[in-house]
């Protein structure tokens, strides 16, 4: 079992940065493939950025490229998602995802298998 946790999220007005990180703890010794998603009230979540478990494949959604930096560090066993240039429409949830098994990455949720609790993004014009 792996556990989850998300932090770094706060209020930052438009045109600022932020950095996430996703801590994670339990059977990390697998480089599992990682992922971010955000996801407001009433809506599906959405792909933001993935990595492959050795960090050397990336991909981001069209609405944050040039913006958003997913990266990792195995030895500590933590995801960043850096967040320049931020927008009001990056408001969001932002959660954190794992996948145990997989040599790439992977933008649909349903192939990820442990979530973290999620940390609030927002976003002032």
């Known amino acids: 079992q792996v556990q989850l946790v998300e932090s770094g999220g706060g209020l930052v007005q438009a045109g600022g940065s932020l950095r996430l990180s996703c801590a994670a703890s339990?059977?990390?010794?697998?480089?599992?493939?990682m992922g971010w998603f955000r996801q407001t009230p009433g809506k599906e979540r959405e792909i933001v950025a993935a990595?492959?478990?050795?960090?050397?494949?990336?991909y981001y959604a069209d609405s944050v490229k040039g913006r958003f930096t997913i990266s990792r560090n195995n030895a500590k066993n933590t995801v960043y998602l850096q967040m320049n240039s931020l927008k009001p429409e990056d408001t969001a949830v932002y959660y954190c995802?794992?996948?145990?098994?997989?040599?790439?990455?992977?933008?649909?949720?349903?192939?990820?298998?442990?979530w973290g609790q999620g940390t609030q993004v927002t976003v002032s014009s």
């Open positions: 995802a794992a996948r145990r098994s997989g040599v790439g990455y992977y933008t649909d949720d349903g192939h990820y298998d442990y």
């Open positions: 339990g059977r990390t010794f697998t480089p599992y493939a």
């Open positions: 990595i492959s478990g050795g960090g050397l494949s990336t």
